[in-house]
């Protein structure tokens, strides 16, 4: 998938940038350098390998790295919102923004 330079214009029209014309060339060159990357990574095979769930798992044994995911501060739910307008049950009430 390569972009085209009428690609970029309306990417970046549509996040509001004004580029110039030498800056629309660096992002089209980049950004098709970037997609060319993506299209090597999908040609390679990968059926039968399972996912890692950190990628320094394949050099070293990670669980030993890190650490439990335990609460190490009290609870301050209350001292939290004693400044909140209004507070129902333990959450903050907001007013309703979309109808």
């Known amino acids: 998938?390569?972009?085209?330079?009428?690609?970029?214009?309306?990417?970046?029209?549509?996040?509001?940038?004004?580029?110039?014309?030498?800056?629309?060339?660096?992002?089209?060159?980049?950004?098709?350098?970037?997609?060319?990357?993506?299209?090597?990574?999908?040609?390679?095979?990968?059926?039968?390998?399972?996912?890692?769930?950190h990628p320094v798992a394949t050099i070293q044994d990670v669980q030993l790295r890190l650490r439990d995911d335990v609460a190490s501060e009290p609870n301050q739910r209350e001292a939290n919102q004693k400044s909140a307008p209004a507070v129902e049950r333990g959450l903050f009430l907001v007013p309703k923004v979309i109808e």
């Open 1 to 53: 998938m390569a972009l085209t330079p009428q690609d970029i214009g309306r990417i970046a029209h549509l996040a509001r940038l004004e580029l110039s014309p030498s800056e629309s060339e660096r992002m089209l060159t980049q950004l098709n350098g970037f997609f060319a990357t993506v299209e090597q990574m999908r040609a390679v095979d990968t059926s039968g390998i399972e996912p890692l769930a």
